[in-house]
């Protein structure tokens, strides 16, 4: 197993302080880390994981003397949940990792918040680091900043940090060309970020993508979808100050139909069925209130594609 991991790494990943971790390596021989040539401590991805379920077993009452010689799976198989079931490993020490998360923003550890996301990012697969990582985290400061606990700001920070880790991300656009999405959001409709966190989950899905962006007039977005040829167009459509749902939907879609050259299917992520009228090029409106459905609907089309 590769060494790769610096103490610091490891006692931010944990929310321990580096001199604890040195302490379960003397006196406990729970890690054997190698050393760089300038003599700092290397862990492997195997000593991160063996370290967030002692964290997560401590937490649960256990103490480091009793855990210090179980293997990997044996701590894995103590992990318990509230009801007593075993739980799967990763919910722990996952949830630890959010709390650690949302702890620096409190603290405006910027840094500590952008670096806390790496080793999760390398440790998980793509689509459990948005399910079980950053969504989440954006779940739990948006309710903290709904109730005054945090500011607008640390929303846009995290945001902003989420957005660079995504663009990090790089995804073959592997999947079939004449099953391709154009992912965008209609005129008016500034959230970018759904529907970037939706790209990465259709190419994970090995669908075919072109990104579009925000803030679309909808004579623009059908011109760019006939010239793409792209079958399916996925829209972020959550309300805000500056767009409305319900009042803007509707004429939206109307107007995109008027300049489609081909028949699409729409998807709405994060709308509500309405009252959609007859349309001639748009044959089909979905809508999906969560990334959560958006994949399982993929899961299916695939499926259905075999």
């Known amino acids: 197993m590769k060494k790769e991991f610096g103490i610091n790494v490891i006692s931010n990943a944990c929310g321990v302080k580096p001199h604890t971790i040195r302490t379960w390596e003397k006196r406990y021989q729970v890690f054997t880390p190698e050393r760089s040539k300038g003599g700092q401590r290397l862990y ?22 009793s855990l210090a010689r179980h293997s990997l799976q044996e701590l894995r198989s103590l992990l318990v949940v509230k009801n007593g079931e075993v739980s799967e490993s990763d919910r722990m020490f996952t949830a630890l990792e959010i709390k650690k998360l949302v702890q620096h923003l409190a603290n405006f550890n910027i840094d500590l918040v952008a670096s806390g996301m790496q080793p999760s990012k390398k440790h998980l ?10 969504l989440p985290v954006m779940h739990e400061i948006e309710k903290l900043a709904l109730k005054g606990i945090y500011s607008v700001t ?27 999405f154009a992912l965008a959001t209609p005129e008016g409709n500034i959230h970018e970020l759904p529907i ?98 958006f994949d399982k609907m993929l899961i299916e089309i695939k499926l259905s594609l075999r």
């Open 125 to 134: 697969g793509v689509k459990e680091f948005i399910f079980k990582i950053v």
């Open 44 to 65: 492997s991805e195997v000593d991160l994981t063996k370290a967030k379920l002692i964290v997560a077993l401590i937490e649960q009452g256990h103490t480091i003397s």
């Open 196 to 293: 970037m966190i939706a790209e990465i989950i259709c190419k994970a899905n090995r669908f075919s993508t072109n990104y579009l962006g925000a803030s679309h007039p909808a004579e623009c977005l059908s011109e760019s979808v006939n010239a793409l040829k792209c079958k399916t167009i996925v829209m972020g459509v959550i309300s805000s100050s500056q767009w409305n749902y319900e009042k803007n939907i509707v004429p939206y879609l109307e107007s995109m139909d008027k300049y489609l050259k081909n028949n699409v299917k729409v998807i709405l992520g994060g709308g509500r069925e309405v009252d959609f009228p007859e349309f001639k090029n748009i044959e089909n409106v979905m809508v999906v209130k969560s990334l959560e459905d």
């Open 154 to 180: 640390q929303e846009h920070i995290i945001s902003t940090i989420v957005r660079d880790q995504l663009g990090q991300i790089n995804l073959a656009n592997e999947g079939p060309k004449h099953e391709r």
